[in-house]
């Protein structure tokens, strides 16, 4: 077990959008979130590295616990930074910084203080390649970001989030924007990467669901609904709603 | 893995990083102080020196040679008359201008010159700009030392302002919107007049109140084209009580306006005299501030539907 959600409830304002959420993060494994536009999954996601913190008038209430050492990453005396130096994450559309390609990935450790050359060269290129992508980049690393594909940009952003060893890694509908050969080339390196970090995925697409991750779960306005291993839950799910949502009836 | 001590590592890093953060803040609070301590100080200065001559006389009298009866009622309406005239011309002309620049003009050498040279304009003296008006609208043209001309004058001085607002307020619209309203069949003056424009009006007049709140304040272009610094009377009125009813003789009218009254009372060696300056700066910042105010709202107002 890496993480767990204990009856956590998350609020816009007055606005409820999660209602006590339970769920374990297996470790060294993918889960996926799956559900229909508007039930909080994304919202589920951003609790983990508090990035609604960012913005006034957010509340959480409940807990998220971060194993082994059981520190919970809601609490208001752990520092939100100090847990997004643990977790990294991915967004839904690659966001890279208008700097090189190797300044992006070397950006997670300068804000940690690696000042060495040799270390960031290192550590980049260790990340670029577990990220499937320094044989395409390794002769133009000075070339600005931008000027990569838009799967090589989301790859971009893999080796961003990897580049600072993080405990747990989150990806927020990652493929959304992708065509489907680059959203292959993410799904294979996220089935890849769980053997050296947790994985925790938020989609929109079933059959990804189904294709890259170990445990799924269902949520729908705010609840979750089913939790299990991604193929039990997919042959046979022990709620109606769930089945009416894989099955395409409704969603 | 030893977790508990990289925690421990972590927490050290922030709170070392963390100093940095506190420290800008500070710096951050300070440079800000830096203005709106002036900017108090000065407003306060100015109040406490003007407040107590603020009278409804002193808005609704002429100027006169004994401060005690001395009033500013020329010198507002003059301000008010000539903004509008400010406005009027500048709008029409810089909306069009920056509209023209950002979705017809080719982009090329020219444009690209045209471009620096606008916003280089935004830069040249004002005085400048008075020159070329007392040549061209008093003379040339023959306006005469008139509300007109410094209308004119006014407008030409915050043209550059409302262009690169226009221009920046366009440019943020997504280029989705655009390719939307193309492809429905959209001819380019459709789409400029249905979206360009009403999207990018809060910025638009943003800018436009940036504008006028500097055109208010300008002594010297104004002095240059004549405006008068004594004055007992006031433009003929804009309504007429026989056909047609509505009367442009006020354009033709000798004025004055706020900063010169300002200007000539401080000018002058009597104490009294000088507070009246005083109330009179705290009537036009007031006046400046009333249009912001007015922005603000036009903005919220505007923006309202707007996510982007």
């Known amino acids: 077990m890496k993480a767990e959600a204990r009856s956590l409830s998350f609020y816009y304002g007055d606005f409820r959008a999660l209602n006590k959420l339970d769920l374990a993060v297996h470790e060294h494994r993918v889960t996926a979130l799956i559900g229909p536009s508007g039930c909080g999954k994304s919202t589920f996601l951003r609790c983990f590295n508090r990035m609604h913190d960012l913005y006034p008038g957010n509340r959480y209430e409940g807990e998220i616990r971060l194993h082994p050492d059981n520190t919970?990453?809601?609490?208001?005396?752990?520092?939100?930074?100090?847990?997004?130096?643990?977790?990294?994450?991915?967004?839904?559309?690659?966001?890279?910084?208008?700097?090189?390609?190797?300044?992006?990935?070397?950006?997670?450790?300068?804000?940690?203080?690696?000042?060495?050359?040799?270390?960031?060269?290192?550590?980049?290129?260790?990340?670029?390649?577990?990220?499937?992508?320094?044989?395409?980049v390794k002769d133009r690393l000075e070339d600005l970001a931008f000027n990569l594909s838009g799967g090589q940009q989301q790859r971009l952003c893999i080796a961003r989030a990897l580049a600072t060893d993080p405990e747990l890694l989150l990806f927020d509908e990652p493929t959304s924007a992708l065509d489907p050969i680059a959203t292959a080339s993410i799904e294979e390196l996220i089935t890849e990467l769980k053997a050296r970090v947790t994985i925790l995925i938020v989609t929109h697409n079933m059959q990804q669901a189904a294709r890259v991750s170990d445990y799924t779960a269902y949520m729908y306005l705010g609840e979750l609904i089913e939790f299990g291993r991604t193929d039990e839950l997919f042959i046979r799910p022990r709620h109606k709603q769930t089945e009416d949502y894989i099955t395409g009836r409704f969603g | 893995?030893?977790?508990?001590?990289?925690?421990?590592?972590?927490?050290?890093?922030?709170?070392?990083?963390?100093?940095?953060?506190?420290?800008?803040?500070?710096?951050?609070?300070?440079?800000?102080?830096?203005?709106?301590?002036?900017?108090?100080?000065?407003?306060?200065?100015?109040?406490?020196?003007?407040?107590?001559?603020?009278?409804?006389?002193?808005?609704?009298?002429?100027?006169?040679?004994?401060?005690?009866?001395?009033?500013?009622?020329?010198?507002?309406?003059?301000?008010?008359?000539?903004?509008?005239?400010?406005?009027?011309f500048a709008v029409p002309l810089g909306v069009a201008a920056g509209v023209y620049l950002?979705?017809?003009?080719?982009?090329?050498?020219?444009?690209?010159?045209?471009?620096?040279?606008?916003?280089?304009l935004a830069g040249v003296p004002s005085i400048v700009y008075g020159l070329l008006a007392l040549g061209l609208f008093v003379y040339q043209f023959g306006l005469g030392q008139s509300i007109l001309s410094a209308g004119l004058t006014l407008a030409l001085l915050i043209l550059p302002v409302v262009i690169v607002a226009t221009r920046e307020s366009i440019r943020s619209i997504p280029q989705g919107i655009r390719e939307g309203a193309y492809a429905l069949g959209g001819t380019r003056w459709q789409v400029c007049r249905d979206h360009i424009i009403p999207y990018s009006s809060a910025g638009i007049l943003t800018g436009v109140i940036i504008g006028m709140a500097r055109a208010i304040g300008e002594t010297?272009?104004?002095?240059?084209?004549?405006?008068?610094?004594?004055?007992?009377?006031?433009?003929?009125?804009?309504?007429?009580?026989?056909?047609?009813?509505?009367?442009?003789?006020?354009?033709?009218?000798?004025?004055?306006?706020?900063?010169?009254q300002m200007f000539n009372w401080t000018s002058r060696p009597e104490a009294a005299f000088h507070q009246n300056a005083a109330a009179a700066g705290f009537v036009l910042v007031l006046m400046t501030l009333a249009m912001n105010a007015l922005a603000i709202y036009l903005r919220y107002r505007l923006r309202k539907n707007i996510k982007w």
């Open chain 2, 220 to 260: 010297a272009p104004v002095i240059t084209i004549g405006a008068l610094t004594f004055i007992a009377f006031l433009p003929p009125a804009p309504l007429k009580a026989e056909a047609p009813f509505l009367s442009f003789d006020w354009v033709m009218s000798p004025f004055s306006v706020m900063p010169i």
């Open chain 2, 102 to 120: 950002e979705e017809y003009a080719p982009k090329n050498w020219i444009t690209d010159i045209i471009e620096i040279n606008i916003t280089n």
């Open chain 2, 1 to 88: 893995m030893a977790y508990a001590k990289d925690i421990a590592e972590i927490r050290a890093l922030i709170a070392r990083h963390k100093r940095r953060d506190h420290f800008f803040a500070l710096l951050g609070l300070a440079a800000l102080l830096v203005g709106v301590l002036t900017f108090t100080a000065l407003f306060v200065d100015m109040a406490i020196d003007g407040v107590p001559r603020l009278t409804w006389d002193f808005l609704t009298n002429f100027p006169s040679r004994r401060p005690e009866r001395a009033g500013i009622l020329s010198a507002w309406v003059g301000s008010c008359l000539v903004m509008l005239v400010t406005a009027f």
């Open chain 1, 72 to 136: 919970n990453l809601l609490a208001p005396t752990v520092d939100p930074i100090e847990v997004r130096m643990r977790l990294s994450m991915v967004f839904q559309k690659a966001n890279p910084f208008p700097k090189s390609i190797f300044e992006n990935v070397a950006y997670g450790l300068r804000v940690r203080g690696e000042r060495s050359r040799r270390a960031l060269e290192d550590k980049v290129e260790a990340a670029l390649r577990s990220a499937a992508l320094w044989e395409e």
